[in-house]
């Protein structure tokens, strides 16, 4: 039964999750919410180093959230997985986990999510806040 406003999976979805199901269960596992990540994330630091620019952040609160959802999300859920993964991250490969998470990889993954529901990143400016 869903839930108000949840999308049934959609198949795509739910085929990614589980092919890259081991990758994504070893991140869920290994991170530890250290944050040793944050400083490899130049947008972290520009940012004034806000807790939502960390790179542990945005993968458990992207692809991670998905996981745990086993592909069910509001199409609210789906655009805040959006600004995450196109608006946060610039995938310039420099974020760093000490413990052998492959943060690049799961954020690439959540853009590959973000795609088989025509989400992209705003290329109109309708994204930039004052």
């Known amino acids: 039964m869903l839930g108000k406003g949840e999308r049934a999976v959609v198949p795509s979805i739910k085929e990614l999750l589980d092919e890259n199901a081991p990758k994504i269960r070893f991140m869920l596992q290994l991170c530890v919410r250290c944050a040793m ?10 940012k004034d180093r806000d807790p939502l620019y960390m790179p542990s952040h945005k993968m458990l609160n992207s692809v991670g959230t ?6 069910r999300a509001s199409p609210g859920d789906l655009e ?3 600004e995450i993964v196109w608006h946060r991250c610039v995938l310039c490969m420099r974020c ?5 998470v492959d943060i690049p990889g799961i954020i690439a993954l959540g853009r590959s999510l973000c795609r088989t529901q025509d989400l992209y990143r705003h290329y109109d400016g309708s994204d930039l806040k004052p």
């Open 80 to 82: 805040k997985i959006r």
């Open 37 to 46: 990540c944050a400083e490899s994330c130049f947008l972290y630091r520009m």
């Open 96 to 100: 760093y986990c000490p413990l052998g």
């Open 66 to 71: 998905l996981y745990r959802r086993k592909g």
